[in-house]
């Protein structure tokens, strides 16, 4: 009899256990989506720490093996921001409790999971793992694409913690106005840095710290209101922001390599200092779009342009009320040039149209003196001049691209006359020669007329012989209907 009630004992145990056992199982298994599972890390999170403030973002979670940051990352910071929000927490970049950073490792069958929790007070580390059955997951969620790219970039802009510091100095949005991305080499947008340009907008508007400024026409100013604020500006770095009003400049460049193109982003404030910025490599595979404006291309191997010195941001700036590098405008709108110097410069200025004509525009017969100086705001034209550009769009004057040219040196530069008929030095048989030496741009300065396409050579040419430090910026000017 005591033999049999320890075995009817042993057997109710072993129910007990067995049932505790599949109540366990079913209380910890696997999660079947990213929202569960971002349900199930919140939920730990909420049970291992008071709520506090919290930061991360869709880099905090990155592949283990390649360190990229995929679809899935995107997803699990929208699920967890949501979650950790209505449990108290305050995802922020300012001064956070907590460090939330997580990898994952698709293991074929399985992906598993590695989250941490770093507590920036005791600089504990909080540990917790889980997994999703790979046949569950759509396959493109564990890959890069494009809009993967864009909302990192926005991410790195609108939630950094300088970023945070702006705003809340204001205790608004920060207006930011937005300057064209553009090609490093030919300092020209593209389709690609338009598209990628446009959809980053887009991401960043979902933040509650960044208001997109709009370009505002010069004429509801006056250039005399932005003369007074120009002598305030201490770097040109951050002048556009005289121009639009805004209280900081989004801008950039990217730079092709042999099969990806890297994008810089900085958003630049008032002084001239960068409040945050963001670095992102896109290889090919993922850009659908032309890299390169055809006829800013033709425009520079023309000219010589690619193959001259960068051009300096910190030196020589032209631009315009709708922005820095490359812009647009269409026919009836009246187009004013602004140019700033850093330091006592002479400047000269060019317009090259779409059939490659140069014209001087600065200095002119009627201009005083080409020998600038910073902390001024100099207009083209003039603002008591008479005249006026206004695009006009016609059979004759057909809508196009003109090319901007600015140079700037430290020393008095005699200017060539400018003669098609006169033969090109670096041109032979419609190519020019990329094997320029001290030599061809010593002999194309020594000469009073010369060839249009050599007036960049000239240039350098010109500043070597006089022993003059030479600076040189530019802009794209689009006309269109």
């Known amino acids: 009899m005591k033999i049999q009630n320890q075995l009817i004992y042993i057997f109710w145990v072993a129910i007990i256990a067995f049932s505790a056992s599949q109540e366990a199982q079913a209380f910890f298994s696997a999660p079947s989506s990213p929202e569960e599972l971002s349900q199930e890390i919140a939920s730990r999170i909420t049970e291992a720490v008071p709520a506090g403030k919290i930061y991360f973002r869709p880099r905090s979670f990155t592949d283990s093996l390649d360190n990229t940051v995929p679809v899935l990352s995107t997803h699990l910071a929208l699920y967890l921001k949501a979650e950790l929000s209505s449990s108290g927490f305050d995802i922020t970049p300012d ?17 598993s999971f590695f989250f941490n929790v770093e507590d920036i007070h005791n600089g504990k580390i909080l540990n917790f793992t889980s997994s999703i059955k790979s046949k569950i997951l759509a ?38 106005f937005v300057n064209p991305l553009i090609d490093a080499k030919l300092k020209a947008t593209s ?29 509801k100013r006056g250039t005399r209101a932005l003369r007074r604020k120009a002598k305030k500006i201490k770097s040109l770095k951050g002048s556009q922001t ?40 896109i ?39 709708k922005g820095y590098g490359d812009v647009t405008y269409h026919a009836g709108e009246t187009v004013t040039l602004f140019v700033q110097v850093a330091a006592p410069l002479y400047v000269y200025i060019y317009a090259v149209d779409s059939d ?8 002119t017969e009627d201009d005083h003196t080409n020998f600038l100086q910073p902390r001024t705001l100099y207009t083209i034209p003039p603002e008591e001049a008479e005249t006026e550009i206004i695009v006009e769009c016609a059979p004759e004057t ?62 350098y ?11 040189r910026d530019g802009l794209y000017l689009r006309t269109g209907k």
């Open 95 to 111: 001064n956070p409790d907590y460090i939330l950073t997580g990898t994952f490792l698709n293991e074929g069958d399985k992906v």
């Open 139 to 176: 396959s493109d969620l564990l890959k890069e694409n494009l809009r993967t790219k864009t909302v990192n970039v926005a991410s790195d802009l609108a939630c950094s913690q300088g970023m945070f510091n702006s705003h809340l100095m204001k205790d608004k949005k920060l207006s930011v």
């Open 191 to 219: 389709p690609f840095s338009e598209n990628f340009l446009f959809k980053i907008k887009n991401e960043i508007a979902k933040y509650d710290a960044i208001d997109i400024a709009k370009p505002i026409p010069v004429a």
């Open 242 to 281: 005289v121009l639009t009003e805004a209280e900081a400049i989004l801008e950039g460049k990217y730079f092709i390599s042999a099969d990806h193109v890297t994008v810089n982003l900085e958003i630049v404030g008032r002084d001239g200092k960068v409040i945050t910025s963001s670095e992102e490599t």
């Open 283 to 321: 290889p090919f595979s993922m850009i659908s779009l032309p890299l390169e404006d055809e006829q800013a291309k033709k425009q520079a191997n023309v000219l010589g342009l690619h193959t001259s010195q960068p051009l300096p941001d910190d030196m020589i700036r032209i631009s315009t009320a």
């Open 356 to 363: 490659n004509n140069i014209n001087l525009i600065f200095p």
């Open 398 to 459: 057909p809508c196009g691209t003109d090319n901007v040219l600015v140079f700037a040196s430290d020393k008095n530069i005699p200017l060539p006359e400018l003669a098609m008929e006169v033969d090109a030095v670096n041109i032979n048989k419609g190519t020019r020669s990329l094997r320029r030496t001290k030599k061809d741009r010593k002999k194309i300065a020594e000469l009073k007329r010369i060839n249009p396409v050599d007036l960049v050579d000239y240039f």
């Open 461 to 471: 040419g010109a500043a070597a012989m006089s022993g003059a430090r030479l600076f």
